[in-house]
């Protein structure tokens, strides 16, 4: 039984009525910070060492036994639970779907001859709520083989993960291309801006001067019901925006995330040549390989980032390689493994270019936004 398997089975038994709510609480985040480890429960379990797992106490590791000896089935029988509870557990199953843990994103890859992507287009610092510095970062990304990366900290917007103000920005700029100066590596300066009600994004253009890449993330509006495809559709035609970052804004376990009509929203993309991030954020993965595989029909470009708020999540970046293979995608799609002159001109060009098609490389594959 994979670790993902496991994540699920927990936070779904997490809803149990009979539990008290201090072990539904445990069994929650115990399977959320499943996602987040390299190590096989599977195999701890039979090591007898699986309280070695982070938020694995006994209890929790009781529960992880039995559903791995089938004694407790992964899905509870919620006939008999109260209406309320049962509704409760039915809302938030979306939220369970889909998951690749990261010891399962490895061993996947392992066996799979899809190598790292040369950069990561999406990270925080300490310039917003990251808790590693720039150069930090930069020392990070080298170690993992990354040839570039872009730090993307937040607008002004969104106050509550210390969004910049625009001199902060301005500091920044300059300081990340004095890193890029000393380093010899490549660093964009990005951001990552939030999207409106109506779709537009919270810095106006004349503030972005100088931001080399812009990502556009939901950050309100997550659980709403109502269907969100104008606004979606409307910020991926904005002329600034590269990128539209986590577009359900989900979070594993949590009843919350975008409701749209994806294909419309990907279509837009496409003609704009919008890219689609591909978050590798442990308990975000938004999107995964169901949804990628909508865009693959709508003909998008890709983008990978590990949404990194410290310099060892730089590696989950794995997890979506994962569901890009999983998904099937073409490789020549996905923006990160572009050679970096390519990808520095694409970023460049975007904006100006408008609705275009142009085919990169040998394979004769179609993709728009003025790709050189």
């Not at 639970?81 to 392992?110: G, Q």
């Not at 106050?159 to 103000?165: D, H, L, V």
């Not at 709508?298 to 990194?308: H, K, N």
């Not at 990169?360 to 050189?372: A, C, D, F, L, N």
Request: proline share 5%; with cysteine; hydrophobic share 40%.
């Amino acid at each position: 039984m994979t670790n993902s398997e496991i994540a699920a089975g927990l936070a779904r038994w997490s809803h149990e009525p009979r539990l008290g709510e201090r072990a539904q609480a445990a069994l929650a985040r115990a399977g959320r910070r499943l996602l987040f480890v390299d190590s096989s429960a599977e195999a701890l379990a039979a090591a007898g060492t699986l309280t070695d797992l982070p938020r694995v106490g006994p209890f929790v590791a009781r529960i992880i036994r039995e559903l791995l000896d089938g004694s407790r089935p992964l899905n509870p029988a919620t006939e008999t639970w109260p209406d309320s509870v049962r509704m409760i557990y039915e809302s938030t199953e979306p939220a369970r779907l889909h998951y690749i843990a990261l010891h399962d994103a490895r061993t996947l890859l392992r066996t799979h001859a899809q190598a790292r992507p040369d950069g990561d287009l999406q990270m925080h610092t300490t310039w917003s709520d990251g808790a590693s510095t720039a150069r930090a970062i930069v020392t990070g990304a080298i170690r993992l083989g990354h040839r570039f990366i872009a730090v993307t900290d937040h607008s002004q917007g969104l106050k509550i993960a210390g969004g910049m103000s625009l001199e902060q920005m301005r500091r920044q700029r300059v300081a990340l291309r004095r890193l890029t100066d000393r380093t010899g590596f490549r660093v964009f300066a990005g951001l990552e801006t939030n999207i409106s009600p109506t779709g537009g994004i919270d810095v106006p253009p004349r503030d972005l001067a100088g931001t080399e890449v812009v990502l556009a993330s939901p950050h309100s509006g997550l659980r709403r019901r109502e269907d969100q495809t104008a606004r979606f559709a409307a910020v991926v035609s904005h002329p600034a925006v590269h990128i539209l970052g986590h577009l359900r804004g989900r979070m594993f376990g949590i009843p919350r995330g975008v409701v749209a009509r994806w294909e419309e929203v990907f279509a837009a993309a496409r003609e704009h040549g919008t890219a689609i991030e591909v978050n590798a954020y442990p308990d975000r993965q938004d999107i995964d390989h169901s949804l990628i595989r909508v865009a693959l029909d709508a003909q998008c470009l890709f983008s990978i980032g590990s949404d990194s708020h410290a310099v060892h999540e730089l590696a989950y970046v794995d997890i979506a390689v994962a569901h890009l293979v999983t998904a099937g995608a073409p490789f020549e799609r996905v923006i990160n493994y572009w050679p970096l002159p390519d990808l520095e001109a694409w970023f460049q060009r975007k904006a100006q270019s408008g609705p275009k098609e142009t085919s990169r490389g040998g394979g004769g594959h179609k993709v728009t936004g003025g790709i050189p």
